[in-house]
């Protein structure tokens, strides 16, 4: 009669004590007399009995019914964790005229004692999965609400190796063709599987070093961990993990992925051609307007919410209606005294900001030149096409000229807290001035400084509407007692 070893771990990574649960199981066969001539082994949970090698070692024992004397298991927890599956595999086995044998739990036989204890360690084994899979459940939970992923990494991320405690990281190969391949979805002019063929020639393989599934691709497309999301089931919450693509950008892919883009091209929020863009809201929904070129050549800012599309406005109107309001304004002699300290505040964090900005913005030139070199690499090789490649090429060259203005944009905005301390001094006074002489973030922080709420907008009343509070409070305040205590006032004559 020949003789079967059963052995099972939960995970690839508990795959280390396969071995030792084999060699508990031969050694306990040599002192029973028993001939192995089979081991089947599982990396699979025992909750369900679908193991493949299990089904494996019942498909041998019927095809060889009669042959097989025992199937030997480290403890009856390797077969199953469930009473009612240890008992229709003990009892298929027995069908077969197959005797379990347990290493661990060597009561276990055919009598009335025997089928007691395998039946009382079942239920103690069943309790033990349902007990741990229930502090799994907590722990994977609190977890999630942390905003920490705890699952196996996704493709461009990596686990840590200093314990569950910490999140996920940054893959510093993959990451970059991951980021890749959404910015190709966003621009409007690939299908997913084109862009999937680009970026697998450009290099992305999996751990494993194979090519990336179709299925895998089109769900990371849609995978919101990569925009800094943690998902579990309804549970959604941002992630402390680094995102490797912006919200924005996941954004469009989505809307392109659903057919609802409309344009080729991602919009930025921080566009020279629209200061005002998301700063000013749609005074019925309170969104804030998203702006664009409409018929090539006419720049609109509008209400994008379904249902809404309130708002559609000329962007030369809507930004003269903003430069008349701020010419509204001048700042009261209390304010120019306190301007010194409000003036580095606002030096401070635009140091910081500018800071980030140009370390980010390195490492997208950096990952960008990366690309470049990649793209040729394969083009050499044959393994992109000259259409691809020539897409891909002029996609990188765009992207470097846009990277490298910014970074420029943002070194020709450095001065001394001196210098910026005296032009803000001298320019506030006359604020429309100061509008139409400061470049980008100026003019944004100029807006987070005076309006740090947003302005609202609509097509009946423009900026003159109740939900501008703080604007109408100023309003009513020089109205009522020209009083002298508000930071900014209506001058003489409106």
Known sequence: MDDLIYARVSTREQSDSLPVQEKKSKDFAKTQNLNVTHVFTDAESARTTGRPQLQALLAFCKKHKGRIGNVIVADLSRLARNVVDQGSLIATLAELGIRLRSVDEQHIDGTASGKFMAGMTGVFNQYFSDSLSERTKYRMQAAVKAGRFVWKAPLGYTNPKDGAGSTIKIDAERAPLVRKGFELMASGNYHADDVLRTITALGLRTERGA???????????????????????????????????????????????????????????????????????????????????????????????????????????????????????????????????????????????????????????????????????????????????????????????????????????????????????????????????????????????????????????????????SIMQDLRASWLDDSDDVKFGVPDGI
């Open 211 to 469: 090519m990336l599934p179709r299925q895998t691709w089109h769900a990371m497309l849609r995978n919101p961990l990569y925009a800094g999301w943690v998902k579990s089931g309804d549970l959604v919450v941002r992630g402390v993990h680094p995102p490797i693509v912006t919200q924005q950008l996941f954004d469009k892919v989505q809307e392109v992925l659903t057919g609802r883009s409309k344009t080729a091209q991602t919009r930025q929020v921080l566009n020279p051609e629209f200061p005002l863009r998301q700063f000013i809201r749609c005074a019925k929904c309170n969104k804030g307007l998203t702006a664009g070129i409409a018929k090539k050549k006419f720049r609109y800012y509008w209400c994008y919410k379904p249902g809404c599309r309130s708002v559609f406005v000329p962007a030369d109107e809507l930004e003269h209606a903003f430069v008349m309001w701020l010419g509204m304004y001048q700042p009261t002699v209390e304010y120019l005294a306190i301007l010194p300290d409000v003036a580095k505040e606002v030096w401070a964090k635009r140091q910081e900001q500018a800071k980030q900005t140009s370390r980010a913005l390195t490492i997208r030139l950096q990952e960008q030149r990366h690309l470049n070199s990649e793209a040729i690499k394969a083009k050499l090789k044959g393994e992109l096409a000259e259409e691809d490649f020539a897409a891909l090429k002029q996609n990188i060259i765009e992207e470097i000229a846009l990277i490298e203005g910014q970074l420029s944009a943002l070194e020709s905005e450095r001065s001394t807290m001196e210098v910026f301390i005296a032009q803000t001094q001298r320019e506030l006074i006359d604020l429309p001035s100061a509008w139409a002489k400061a470049g980008l973030s100026e003019r944004r922080e100029l807006c987070s400084m005076l309006f740090p709420q947003g302005l609202v907008w609509s097509h009946s009343m423009g900026f003159l509407n109740s939900q501008n509070t």
